[in-house]
Each structure stands twice: as C-alpha cells, then as structure tokens.
C-alpha cells in the first residue's frame, strides 16, 4: 500500500492528467523536498522552492504527502513570503531525522 495515497488537487481533467504524468517522478520529488527541510530547518513552502528552484505546482503536493505520511509537521514557526504574508514552516518529524 502506497503511504502517500492519491495526489493533493486533483480534481479537474487537467490536474489529474498532470497527476498522472508525474506520478513516476514523485517519490523523488518527494525525497528532494524531505531532504531539503532536513538539512535546511524549518522552512516555508517558498524558501523550499526557491533552494530547490521547484514550482509550487510541484512542491506544494509533495509537502502536503509528506504532512499527510508525518514525516513532516509545522513547526510552529512563521516566515514571511515575498508578498510580506505570514507562512508555515515546515520541519521534519524527529522519529525522521
């Protein structure tokens, strides 16, 4: 049984064709995003993408598998976006490091 189950967001024909087409690529993706947030400590959503020069499209599904498999959790910390907003940042679960 696959842990990370169905991909966050995809709802329309077009997402789950996209769904579909990167699902090969995400457990490495995947692996790229734990990796990042372990070795970089606790991080926002845009800081990840930014180190990992990743799309949000791309990252964000991946981060929310790795929330919904507790390997990561909020670490009840908050940056701030480019925006100036206020964001989550992400740490690895400790059972994980």
């Known amino acids: 049984m ?3 189950g169905t991909p966050p ?3 329309s024909v077009t997402s789950r064709m996209a769904a579909e087409q990167i699902k090969p ?4 993706l995947r692996s790229l ?3 990042y ?3 970089n400590g ?3 959503d845009e800081e990840i993408q930014r180190g990992l020069n990743m799309e949000g499209s791309t990252q964000r599904p991946r981060r ?3 929330l919904r498999a507790s390997l990561i959790e909020d670490s009840g910390e908050k940056g701030t976006t480019s925006s100036g907003r206020l964001a989550t940042k992400w ?5 994980h490091l």
């Open 2 to 4: 696959d842990i990370f």
């Open 9 to 11: 967001s995809v709802r």
């Open 25 to 28: 690529h995400t457990p490495k």
């Open 33 to 35: 995003v734990l990796g």
């Open 37 to 39: 947030i372990q070795a």
């Open 42 to 44: 606790p991080c926002t």
């Open 64 to 66: 929310v598998e790795l």
């Open 91 to 95: 740490r690895v679960v400790d059972a």
